[in-house]
Nanobody
């Protein structure tokens, strides 16, 4: 059964850092582009960035230079290093397959709150 389990969220002050993890199971993790998504209250879920199966990354403009996505294919794990966090980064963060691949059923996500 395909499963995605996110962790690592929490409360952090503006300017702080967090590292999120996503453990995948039930599918061939290493052959897919994988992405991090987020959904803020009252807003649609958005793709924050993704990493291709070859390791190249792309990010949305609002996080470029602050967020870094990496993957460990041997551990079926996706990471999101978030630096210089801003209040507008507050959201529930999810991982999933990235375009052009269709998403799997969404996991629970992990809450990130940036506040002083």
């Amino acid at each position: 059964q395909e499963e995605l389990v996110e962790s690592g969220g929490g409360l952090v002050q503006p300017g702080g850092s967090l590292r999120l993890s996503c453990v995948a199971s039930g599918f061939f993790f290493n052959v897919y582009n994988m992405g991090w998504y987020r959904q803020a209250p009252g807003k649609a879920r958005e793709l924050v960035g993704f990493i291709r199966r070859g390791g190249m990354t792309d990010y949305t403009d609002s996080v470029q230079g602050r967020f870094t996505i990496s993957r460990d294919n041997a551990q079926n794990t996706l990471y999101l290093q978030m630096n210089s966090l801003k209040p507008e980064d507050t959201a529930v963060y999810f991982c999933n397959k990235a375009p052009p691949f269709d998403p799997l059923p969404w996991g629970q996500g992990t809450q990130v709150t940036v506040a002083s």
